[in-house]
């Protein structure tokens, strides 16, 4: 139940010294090219980027859940099945303030994960992350929970964030965080870091 998701992002001309052609906003490395890339000609014809992130089958109809910020500016996205199937996908609705987005595959009785209860969970409890870190799919982190309602330093609309030690990379953005009783307690968005 646990899919990659790819998107073709819709790309604006960047500086040819700039960010490469291509290069994904969430690749790990695009701050860097973007901040000290320098400047020079804007190229005619961009190549549209390419992003990767994960979802979780919600209903066997075909719902997704997701992070907005792997489908927002998408013209295209795909998904991708733990059995090699590959569909495009509608997005259905964004949230960008709790980074949450619900894509829909044209398809029937998909696997799908059981959804728990986040407000049970507590600091200390053992949680899983699943996802395609990298473009590795279906890779399994686990670590445990440090806090349940943070809040991101500097943030005006509070929302409440699960802080936990699983390592997550790039390509994670949407995969599902598991409890040991194989339910969804959440999503996987954001790396905290002091570079952002």
Known sequence: AVVNVTVVEKSE?????????GMSPND????????????????????????????????SDGYILTNAHVVNGASTVTVKTTDRREYNAKVIGVDERTDVAVIKIDAKNLPTVRLGDASKLKPGEWVIAIGSPF???NSVTAGVVSATSRSMPG????????????????GNSGGPLFNLRGEVVGINSQIYSRTG
Not at 28 to 56: A, C, I, K, L, Q
């Open 13 to 21: 001309p960047v500086s040819s010294r700039g960010v490469p052609p």
């Open 28 to 59: 790990p490395f695009y701050e860097f090219f973007r901040r000290f890339g320098g400047g020079g000609m804007v190229p005619r014809n961009p190549t549209p980027s390419r992003g990767e992130g994960s979802g979780f089958i919600v209903s």
């Open 135 to 137: 473009g590795f799919e």
């Open 155 to 170: 943030e005006a609309n509070y929302t409440p964030f699960i802080q936990t030690d699983v390592a997550v990379n790039p």
